[in-house]
């Protein structure tokens, strides 16, 4: 009796301890599924982010709204500010834009 009364603890624990574990395997199924999709989402963004930085596109836009590299350099002085005596990047004033237009 004592032993019948052991193995049906024995079993019924062992279910138990199956079915926990059985949903613990879903769940990591479902976390594993749901860090795939949100990996495919995250691959998707940096390539939209790496569209939309091209510089390929931006520089157009940038011409419509009426950017232009400058064709000299004025210096514009304020009181309280430290005057920076490094050259700017001589890029800046030397480029010709109309001539670098395809």
Same mark, same amino acid.
């Given at each position: 009796? #004592?032993? *019948? @009364?052991? %193995?049906? %603890?024995?079993? #019924? &624990?062992?279910?138990?301890?199956?079915?926990?574990?059985?949903? &613990?395997?879903?769940?990591?199924? /479902? !976390?594993?599924?749901? +860090?795939?999709?949100?990996?495919? /989402?995250? *691959?998707?963004?940096?390539? /939209? +982010?790496?569209? !939309?930085?091209?510089?390929?596109?931006?520089?157009? @836009?940038? /011409?419509?709204?009426?950017? %232009?590299?400058? *064709?000299?350099?004025?210096? @514009?002085?304020?009181? &309280?500010? %430290?005057?920076?005596?490094?050259?700017?990047?001589?890029?800046?004033?030397? +480029?010709?834009?109309?001539?670098?237009?395809?």
């Amino acid at each position: 009796m #004592v032993f *019948t @009364l052991v %193995v049906v %603890v024995a079993f #019924v &624990g062992l279910a138990v301890a199956r079915t926990a574990l059985d949903r &613990g395997a879903f769940e990591l199924a /479902e !976390l594993e599924t749901r +860090i795939a999709q949100a990996e495919t /989402e995250n *691959t998707q963004l940096r390539l /939209e +982010i790496a569209r !939309l930085e091209n510089p390929a596109r931006i520089a157009p @836009l940038a /011409e419509e709204l009426g950017f %232009v590299y400058p *064709t000299q350099r004025r210096s @514009l002085l304020v009181s &309280g500010v %430290v005057v920076d005596t490094r050259d700017a990047d001589p890029r800046w004033a030397e +480029i010709d834009r109309l001539a670098a237009a395809p």
